[in-house]
């Protein structure tokens, strides 16, 4: 018998775009700001429904972005100082059907296509997700929660991504 059509993250469609609204990285409790980030981040990530994602996220936190250069070209340390603070990657998208749910269980992101983390490439990156539909905090905005932990280090890091308002 064949299991019944689940629905999950990748029910977001027609695509899936949301803004990043809060990210959280701690340990032991204690909120840090991770891999050049900083604290609040802003970001988009894309679902679309044929089965891939993309993402992009960059810090806020001033000094970390390099000032205008109106009307001059940046320069080559304001393109370096960007690529420390930035994160993107995009590639396939996958759900875990077991133990997932509509509302909660793990995607994967991958085997990434193209990634600011060379490292990536090629790799599937395991997220836990959530779902809030109509979350009041958004003003009634759907909430994708992705998070994961690392073992090793004992960090948790939490993404709240509100679907951006239709146009």
């Known amino acids: 018998m064949a299991a ?12 899936l775009t949301s803004s990043l609204t809060l990210r959280r ?32 996220m960059i810090s806020t936190t001033p000094g970390d972005i390099p000032p205008p250069r109106t009307p001059d070209k940046p320069t080559y340390d304001d393109f370096a100082k960007v690529g420390e603070h930035i994160l993107a990657y995009a590639g396939e998208l996958h759900i875990a059907w077991e ?32 779902v809030t539909m109509n979350a009041t905090e ?6 994708l929660h992705l998070w994961l932990r690392n073992e ?7 993404l709240y991504w509100a679907r951006a308002p239709p146009t």
Do not use: C, E
């Open 152 to 158: 090793t280090s004992d960090q948790v890091a939490n």
């Open 138 to 143: 958004t003003g009634g905005r759907d909430v």
């Open 25 to 56: 990285h701690s340990l032991n409790g204690t909120d840090l700001g991770v891999g050049g980030l900083g604290h609040n981040p802003v970001g988009q990530i894309t679902y679309d429904p044929t089965g891939y994602m993309s993402v992009s």
């Open 99 to 130: 133990n997932s749910t509509a509302t909660s269980g793990r995607v994967y992101h991958g085997p990434l296509m193209m990634s600011s983390r060379t490292s990536w490439l090629g790799t599937k990156q395991t997220r836990n997700y959530d």
């Open 4 to 15: 019944p059509k689940q629905h999950a993250v990748s029910d977001f469609s027609p695509p």
